[in-house]
């Protein structure tokens, strides 16, 4: 079967490969990225949200020092249309990678997220849930365009180059989407001083 090659999707795969993560702009367009942020916000205000806990639903610790953000989970099968079209772009970049990667995803779980002014997510790695399954984090900021570096709300990814520890700094543009290896990546969201909305996802084996 021949596969069409996919410019975008042949560089997040290349940046993963090369350095286990990968920064896309524009993966999401202005117009889908309001369309998004308008819907997490009204099922926000419906008071759908619930605050993030630690650990897997058989660990269900609520611990604000750790992480204080407030969630809600996407059902695919009963999307409305806004989320039916974010899942529509992801599962493209999941086909091409099953097609193209032998990664062997067959599982993903996508939430909502917004950060209220304050509040963070102290550094750790996506596999403490107790889920070895998931193989890759995804992240979506759905912010607004003027987003500034002062708010705060910074994604920082922990790389090893050379035995050596670096920071890399991901500012919660709106439209960025940032993937990287759940099981091997310690990462952790900065102090926001403003809302910080986002869609957060994990691909997974088995
Ligand atoms: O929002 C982000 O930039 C990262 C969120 C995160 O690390 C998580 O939800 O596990
Ligand atoms: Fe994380």
């Known amino acids: 079967m021949e596969i069409l090659e996919n410019v975008l999707y042949e560089k997040i795969i290349s940046d993963l490969l090369e350095k286990k993560y990968s920064v896309v702009e524009d993966f999401f367009d202005l117009a889908e990225v309001l369309q998004l942020r308008n819907s997490l916000l009204g099922k926000y205000e419906e008071d ?12 269900e610790i609520i611990a604000k020092s750790i992480r204080g953000d407030f969630i809600l989970w996407l059902n695919e099968a009963q999307a409305e ?13 999941v086909d091409y990678l099953n097609k193209t990667c032998f990664l062997g995803i067959l599982h993903k779980e996508f939430h909502y997220a917004l950060y209220p002014e304050g509040t963070f997510y102290k550094r750790h790695l996506d ?12 992240v979506c900021y759905l912010n ?15 790389t090893n180059e050379d ?15 940032v993937i990287f290896e759940s099981q091997v990546l310690e990462h952790e969201v900065k102090p926001v001083k403003t809302e910080r909305l986002s869609i957060t996802g994990w691909l997974k084996t088995r």
């Open 127 to 138: 596999t403490f849930q107790n889920d070895d399954r998931r193989k890759l984090s995804l």
């Open 48 to 59: 759908n949200f619930k605050k993030a806990a630690i650990g897997n639903r058989t660990n």
């Open 81 to 93: 249309e806004t989320e039916k079209a974010f899942f529509t772009k992801i599962n493209d970049f």
């Open 163 to 177: 035995g050596k520890e670096v920071e890399k700094v991901i500012y919660p543009f709106p439209g960025r989407v």
């Open 144 to 158: 607004e365009q003027d987003w500034q570096p002062e708010y705060g709300g910074e994604l920082v990814i922990y």
